[in-house]
Nanobody, 113 residues
Framework: QVQLVESGGGLVQAGGSLRLSCAAS????????FAWYRQAPGKQRELVAS???????NYADSVKGRVTISRDNAKSTVYLQMNSLKPEDTAIYYC???????WGQGTQVTVSS
């Protein structure tokens, strides 16, 4: 199994930035694939971005150009840099490990208009 701990959420004004972090433990980090999902109130959880072991990334259309997913294998951490945030980005953001189908506890992101 793998344990995931997210951090970095908070309240930010529209147009602002946040960087989320996901610290992973319990598995060989560099061999694992990761993703960030989000779930807004009353909505289904949706994929935001993913990154594979080679660092190849994929993004939802709604965040392309504003969000960057990255990984630091030395720190066993996955990041989600979010810029030009919009009120519609408000959600709980979850880190996901694809190899073990494991979820973190989530971190709240709130964007005020």
């Amino acid at each position: 199994q793998v344990q995931l701990v997210e951090s970095g959420g908070g309240l930010v004004q529209a147009g602002g930035s946040l960087r989320l972090s996901c610290a992973a433990s319990g598995s060989t980090f560099r061999l694992n694939r990761f993703a960030w999902y989000r779930q807004a109130p009353g909505k289904q959880r949706e994929l935001v971005a993913s990154i594979n072991t080679a660092g190849i990334t994929n993004y939802a259309d709604s965040v392309k150009g504003r969000v960057t997913i990255s990984r630091d294998n030395a720190k066993s951490t996955v990041y989600l840099q979010m810029n030009s945030l919009k009120p519609e980005d408000t959600a709980i953001y979850y880190c996901y490990n694809s190899n073990f189908a494991s979820w973190g506890q989530g971190t709240q992101v709130t964007v005020s208009s």
